[in-house]
């Protein structure tokens, strides 16, 4: 069973949606890639944008998963970033994009419905 990672990020605060969004999408995701490229199996980015078109402070500005196939996977994974150089070339780069005190990290349990099929 695989295993899936969420985590929301919030923006700096001098740092438009769209600048946010075109440096996460140009630059700190290849970091991401090379970082979780031996391990996951998928690593992806969801932006959101409130559907009343209201900011808040509180709000997280993207949602990243990172499913990794098993806990080993996961494992490893986490043991490799802990790695000195590693940790420093993803912190410095995440200072330069994310208000790095709203990062939060779950590990996600998963509860599906089966939804009735209109006719």
Same mark, same amino acid.
């Given at each position: 069973?695989?295993? @899936?990672? %969420? @985590? %929301? %990020?919030?923006?700096?605060?001098?740092? +438009?949606?769209?600048?946010?969004? *075109?440096?996460? &999408? +140009?630059?700190?995701?290849?970091?991401?890639?090379?970082? /979780?490229?031996?391990?996951?199996?998928?690593? &992806?980015?969801?932006? %959101?944008?409130? /559907?009343?078109?209201?900011?808040?402070?509180?709000?997280?500005?993207?949602?990243?998963?990172?499913?990794?196939?098993?806990?080993?996977?996961?494992? !490893?994974?986490? *043991?490799? $970033?802990?790695? *000195?150089? +590693?940790?420093? /070339?993803? +912190?410095?780069? &995440? !200072?330069? /994009?994310?208000?790095?005190?709203?990062?939060?990290?779950?590990?996600? !349990?998963?509860?599906?419905?089966? $939804?009735?099929?209109?006719?």
């Amino acid at each position: 069973m695989s295993i @899936t990672v %969420l @985590t %929301l %990020l919030k923006r700096r605060a001098d740092m +438009t949606k769209s600048d946010f969004i *075109a440096y996460y &999408e +140009t630059h700190h995701r290849r970091i991401g890639e090379k970082v /979780l490229g031996p391990w996951a199996i998928r690593y &992806e980015r969801k932006h %959101l944008h409130p /559907l009343d078109g209201a900011d808040m402070d509180f709000d997280a500005d993207v949602v990243m998963e990172i499913e990794f196939p098993d806990e080993a996977a996961m494992a !490893e994974c986490f *043991a490799a $970033m802990a790695d *000195a150089d +590693t940790r420093r /070339l993803i +912190t410095e780069d &995440e !200072e330069r /994009l994310f208000d790095r005190s709203r990062i939060r990290t779950f590990r996600v !349990e998963r509860h599906v419905s089966d $939804m009735p099929q209109k006719s």
